[in-house]
């Protein structure tokens, strides 16, 4: 297909079409090019929360994954441990054992688990709060400019 056939049949992209409506306004005293950088901070942000979070919920599952492993292992060895012929009462505190440290094992991955979780949303809020921040920023340095024209 020819290049510029291609290019007449295109959507425009997001940014393009808001770029094409705020420049439709013909809003007075507003510099459009400052409300589209604004706004290309504001997707690179999101983008980069995204991504965070995106990453964020990889490691937890992949954790998840590995924890599943090693609780498959462990269970694997008591069920061996347990069929060996014993006395009742060895039995019992094997089986005591076993409990005492399966509830151990779960809280402590239960609570890494909550942290990684944590980390993770606390990355991708820290990126939207400091792009909030600044766009407040570019917000008041516009309208104070403009007072100052």
């Not at 997707?43 to 991504?51: G, L, N």
């Not at 409990?99 to 991955?109: D, H, M, R, Y």
Request: proline share 3%; glycine share 2%; net charge neutral.
């Amino acid at each position: 297909m020819d290049e510029t056939k291609k290019s007449e049949t295109e959507t425009p992209s997001p940014m393009d079409q808001f770029s094409t409506f705020i420049r439709g306004l013909k809003l007075p005293d507003i510099d459009v090019n400052d409300i589209l950088a604004s706004q290309k901070k504001n997707i690179e942000a999101f983008t980069k929360a995204m991504q965070a979070a995106t990453e964020g919920a990889g490691a937890v599952a992949r954790r998840q994954a590995e924890i599943l492993r090693t609780a498959l292992d462990q269970t694997t060895a008591m069920i061996r441990e347990l069929t060996v012929p014993g006395s009742p009462k060895e039995t019992a505190a094997k089986q005591a054992e076993f409990i005492k440290k399966a509830v151990e094992t779960a809280v402590a991955n239960a609570r890494e688990l909550a942290e990684m979780v944590q980390k993770s949303n606390k990355e991708a809020f820290d990126v939207i709060s400091r792009r909030t921040s600044e766009a407040l920023d570019e917000i008041r340095k516009t309208v104070l400019r403009k007072k100052a024209d």
